[in-house]
């Protein structure tokens, strides 16, 4: 095996987190050389990366929510290393994680050191990566307003209790979306940009997606008024009525979007109204469980032009 050397970036919210020190005490007992840095405000964290690979540092672990796994696993394709990337999920949603099956305890999510790391695809659009996934939408809109307080007290079931509370000012946005052999354009309710299955707190919006195949996954959820007059079961028995939605799986896709069309990166505001998205295969390399659902065997495809 090779050095046995890693470093935490731990968001500053989780500093006192007993179950992440322990977790870190553990695996030092094991023999690994752990060194923690804390994130206080933004840029923290691409600071820290660029900081761990200069020093050497083989393997890196982000640990945070959705937001701060982004912020990491960004910075971390931006380099030209065959570092890799451990997850340690401690936000609210976890989505990526959960969808993963990488383990919400800290101790378990460790031992991912210990396993080989796969290479695994980001999203890009407008210079910036992302890990999980792009959404837009009513449901977009629910993930971007959903108090801090609130999580704290609800974990992810905040975000249905802020969508229920916002049903009256649920409004359909027209978007258009085209990619190789792709085009759709209309009234939609929601959408997802998929490297990763699940958005805003377990909703799954691309149940197919896969993080090694070269593909963005596209699920839209168009606005018929038959649409819009069930979205309350939506919101509560989850997106379950799976045949309305038009999906696609592209290697790039380009959309445009009218006023009102909410977009969010992994939980982060988006503006702008034409937008590319595109995946970037195999950049990353990251530890995630033999058995992921997110993995499969699919070889990565050529991305025409």
Known sequence: ?????????????????????AAVEGKRKQGWELAVRLTWEAGDAGRLVDEALAAGYRQVIAGGG??????????????????SLVLMPLGTANDFARAAGI???PAQALELLDSAPSAIDLGTVGGQ?????????FGSNVTANTSEDL??????AAYLFT???????????YGELQGPDFHWRGELLALGIGN????????????????????????ILPAPQEVVGTLKNLLTEGFGIDSMFVRARLPWVEIKVSEGLHINLDGEPLEGDNLRFEARPAALRVH???????LGSSPVVNRPD
């Open 151 to 156: 999580k704290k007290i609800l974990g992810g």
């Open 66 to 83: 959705d937001g701060t796994l982004r912020d990491i696993a960004e910075a971390m394709a931006a380099h030209s290393s065959d570092a």
């Open 103 to 105: 383990s919400l305890e």
């Open 1 to 21: 095996m090779g050095e046995r050397k890693a470093l935490l970036i731990l968001h500053g919210k989780q500093a006192l987190n007993e179950e992440v020190r």
């Open 129 to 137: 990566a992302f890990l999980n996934m792009a959404t837009g939408g």
């Open 163 to 173: 969508g229920l509370s916002r049903f009256s000012e649920l409004h359909a946005a």
């Open 288 to 294: 995630l469980p033999a058995n992921s659902p997110l």
């Open 196 to 219: 990763g299955r699940q958005a805003g707190g377990g909703r799954v919006l691309c149940p197919q997606a896969l993080v090694d195949d070269g593909l963005l996954d596209i699920s």
